[in-house]
C-alpha cells in the first residue's frame, strides 16, 4: 500500500459538515513544503507546516475552538481557527495560504486533515463546528 498524503495516494476528505469532498496531499519537494488541495477544480496550496502549527495552537488552547472558516476577501471571525490561520501573530506572521486569491478557507479545509491524522477531535454539524486538540 503506497503512503497516504502523497500526490499518487492523496487524502480523500470531507468538509466538517460533509457537503462536499476534496482530496489534499503533502508536496515536500516544494520549498517551502506546500499542502495541495483539491476541490473540484479549485486548487489551494497552504504551507505544510499548518499541520503542526494548528495542532501546537489548539494543544494551548486547550478547549473547543470555532472554525469560522471564510473565503480570503471575507473577514474572519476573532478567536477562530480560520482567524488564527491569517494572523500576524500565528508562527509564519500572516497567511498559511499561498495563492492570492486562494489563501482563505484554512478553517474548511485543514481541520478534517488533522482529524484523519489522529491529531484533533472535531464536529461535524451543518454550521458552527469547533475543533480541539487530542
Sequence with gaps: MPTIGTKENPWHLKTPPGSSDYEIYRNDTADP??????VGKTVLHYQAR?????HTMLKSHGD????????EQKPAAEGTVEAWGRSPQNPVGGWY???????GRFGMYLPP??????LAELE???????MRAL
Design 33 to 38: 513544503p506546500i499542502l495541495v488541495c483539491t
Design 50 to 54: 499548518a499541520i503542526e502549527d494548528l
Design 64 to 71: 473547543w475552538m470555532l472554525l469560522g472558516s471564510a473565503d
Design 97 to 103: 495560504g499561498l495563492k492570492k486569491g486562494f489563501r
Design 113 to 118: 486533515l488533522l482529524e484523519a491524522l489522529g
Design 124 to 130: 461535524h454539524n451543518p454550521k458552527n463546528n469547533r
